[in-house]
């Protein structure tokens, strides 16, 4: 079952209301673990304040190397023949560790400047947290409610003059899990898959839509290949929040290293994407996305990868590893620096 949120619906009525009458807060913090939400809100206030990357009156600072006094002289730039500067800051991490600068600069801020701020992660025990919940508007875009994700999911296939059933909803979200940015994307191939057809069925969806536990294996084979630990963890603890065993995920892990290396060997003896979706049985497109993924490892290194696999899985088997643990180890093993070899 998804986090219920208390107050995100009566937020969101307030968000859209500022930007109907245009009456804005000098400063905004959007966060939560819904990045769907966040953009869609951050998206909505940059179109209304007529922002683009064009703009001489708006500057976007994103990712945490950012200088907190750089932002603080922009902030107190005059805006070029208009009333309202507008500063994006995005993924700074500023929420999360701290930014007593900015804090301090909140509390007596031009009245010139418009602040959007975008986080994923926030601690509101940090000054910069209550500067901003004080002087403007915050809004947590947290994960939906199984109800709520229900609703929105049936007006967005209204929208598109399509219908679906409660229970067809309910297998829809057990299939495809409760990320809005994948939800969104499964719902457009549905519209399209029943072009044709006013109602989506349970037969529909099961035809069409990936199921949400591959999508998150691709997401972290995607993230283990660029050796991003971090999100490789945050994917497999998503998997686990979602009851998911452990002894799957291990198992699909090396499922994909075995066909990372079947298909590396396969290109290396110029076997083209037909013939290698044919001996491996994957979709053609499919092929492309292992291709890519191989290019980053060296024969040895995906040998090395399913060698952990397998002695992490036989050390689970034989009782000397816990399985939650067996699968941080490959990941982290995967991820960590990889010799050339």
Do not use: H
């Not at 975008?118 to 209550?130: G, H, N």
């Not at 004080?134 to 049936?154: A, H, N, P, Y």
């Not at 990936?210 to 998503?238: C, G, H, P, V, W």
């Not at 036989?314 to 067996?326: C, N, P, Q, R, W």
């Amino acid at each position: 079952m998804a986090a219920k949120t208390t107050d995100f619906p009566a937020k969101q009525k307030q968000l859209n209301d500022d930007i109907a009458s245009g009456n804005f807060k000098p400063c905004y913090l959007i966060y939560g673990e819904e990045a769907y939400l966040r953009l869609q809100n951050r998206d909505k206030l940059l179109n209304a304040l007529g922002c683009d990357e064009s703009s001489m009156n708006f500057n976007r600072y994103e990712g945490d190397g950012n200088v907190p006094g750089q932002i603080i002289d922009m902030a107190q730039t005059m805006p070029f023949l208009a009333d309202k500067r507008v500063i994006l800051v995005q993924d700074s991490g500023f929420f999360k560790n701290g930014c007593p600068e900015l804090a301090e600069y909140l509390k007596e801020p031009s009245d010139t400047t418009l602040f959007i701020f975008v986080e994923k992660e926030v601690d509101k025990r940090k000054d910069i947290y209550k500067a901003v919940s004080k002087l403007g508007f915050e809004i947590d875009c947290d994960v939906q409610s199984d109800e709520t994700l229900m609703r929105w999911i049936k007006s967005k296939f209204a929208q598109d003059g399509k219908t679906i059933s409660p229970r067809a909803q309910a297998v829809f979200i057990d299939r495809v899990g409760t990320d809005m940015s994948n939800i969104a994307t499964e719902i457009e191939k549905l519209v399209c898959y029943c072009i044709d057809r006013n109602e989506i069925t349970e037969a529909d969806i099961e035809s069409v839509c990936a199921n949400y536990l591959t999508s998150r294996i691709f997401a972290m084979t995607d993230a283990i290949s660029a050796q991003d630990q971090k999100r490789a963890m945050e994917l497999y603890y998503d998997l686990l929040a979602l009851k998911e065993p452990p002894a799957k995920i291990l198992s699909l892990i090396t499922r994909q290293f075995n066909l990372m290396l079947q298909v590396k060997e396969m290109t290396d003896n110029r076997r083209d994407k037909g013939q290698i979706a044919s001996a491996l049985k994957l979709a053609p497109f499919l092929v492309g996305k292992y291709q890519n993924w191989a290019r980053n490892y060296s024969y040895k290194q995906l040998k090395d990868a399913l060698e952990l696999c397998a002695s992490n899985d036989e050390a689970v088997k034989t009782g000397k590893l816990d399985y939650i643990i067996s699968v941080e180890m490959v990941i982290i093993g995967s991820t960590s620096k990889r010799s050339a070899g």
